[in-house]
């Protein structure tokens, strides 16, 4: 089945290709862009396509989360077509979001908690689509993330092997246009925010079944830049709605001799160190899961604060 859901997804693409051309869904060259030339959007419908092929293939066990995959899907496409305002985008990334919650069950626990959660992942989700600024760094951190909530998820599962595998290999096929020094095709909103939407459910599911922290740093990397950036772009009073080159990812590429590819594998293999403190951590005390939730949020903070200042002292020394 997996062989022929590749090839499927692989079939889909060069179809997607096609038609994206002809209907022009290009991304073009802006402030905060990293590429030089015209390119493809959307390509990330393949996570949409693949996450489908799941829900078809298990008679549609998880129906609220089909649900709000499918109305993310069509607002970030229609977004990737011809922009909409964040007015019109909110409120159906937090419907999708409540949805994600619901299919969870975290509605079942006092209300202030999932409250709290469609706030945090509604902004997660844009986050998401914020660090989706060069070559491969979506499709490689999304592997990462896969490849940790695989491995923990192995003891006393609670997510389907299958549903993980599925976005595993839409991702393969993605990279293979993707993951190169000219794409051929960007993921889009389509992409990053539906895959995003997907890793929430498979993290927070985690995180509610097996009552630990922990699970949250499955997503800290990407996490950390957004958060961060965003804090500082408050502090110098900038809008947050303009384009900008703050994120870390982009300061790496724009001033050091490091290639959108490299940066990329660089955020992926970060994330799968803490994937791997996670799994030795796993079989410890949840006092220990605390810790080691708040140990690894507070090096990659100064982590942040570091690399940025160096940055900074490089555009500084061109200049």
């Not at 909409?84 to 919650?101: D, E």
């Not at 990462?144 to 599925?166: H, K, M, R, T, W």
Request: proline share 3%; hydrophobic share 55%; charged share 15%.
């Amino acid at each position: 089945m997996y062989i022929i859901t590749f090839l499927t997804l692989a079939l889909l693409s060069l179809v997607y290709l096609k038609v994206a051309d002809k209907l022009n869904i290009i991304d073009k060259p802006n402030q905060r862009s990293s590429h030089t030339i015209p390119t493809i959007r959307g390509g990330g419908i393949l996570f949409v396509f693949a996450f489908f092929i799941y829900e078809i293939s298990t008679g549609f066990n998880e129906v609220y989360l089909s649900i709000a995959v499918l109305l993310i899907a069509i607002v970030s496409f229609i977004d990737d077509m011809k922009t909409l305002s964040a007015k019109i985008r909110f409120p159906f990334q937090v419907a999708a979001v409540t949805l994600v919650m619901y299919q969870i069950g975290l509605f079942n626990m006092p209300i202030w908690i999932p409250m709290i959660a469609i706030f945090a992942c509604t902004g997660y989700i844009n986050f998401y689509n914020f660090m989706d600024g060069i070559n491969g760094i979506t499709g490689l951190y999304s592997m990462a993330v896969l490849c940790g909530v695989y491995v923990v998820n192995q003891e006393n599962p609670v997510l389907s092997n299958e549903l993980i595998i599925y976005q595993l290999l839409a991702l393969v096929v993605f990279g293979f246009y993707n993951f190169r020094k000219k794409a051929r095709f960007f993921a889009g909103d389509i992409g990053s925010i539906s895959i995003a939407l997907i890793l929430i459910y498979m993290t927070f599911t985690l995180l509610y079944e097996k009552e630990s922290p922990i699970y949250i740093l499955l997503l800290v990397v990407y996490g950390a830049d957004a958060a961060l950036t965003m804090l500082y772009r408050v502090l110098i009073k900038e809008s947050l709605t303009e384009a900008h080159r703050h994120h870390i990812y982009q300061k790496l590429v724009d001033r050091t001799a490091l290639s959108h590819l490299q940066v990329a594998g660089l955020y992926a293999i970060l994330q799968l160190i803490i994937i791997g403190l996670i799994n030795v951590a796993l079989p410890l005390s949840i006092q220990a899961h605390y810790l080691l939730t708040g140990i690894v949020i507070v090096v990659l903070t100064i982590m942040y604060f570091i690399i940025f200042a160096k940055m900074e002292k490089i555009k500084k020394d061109n200049q």
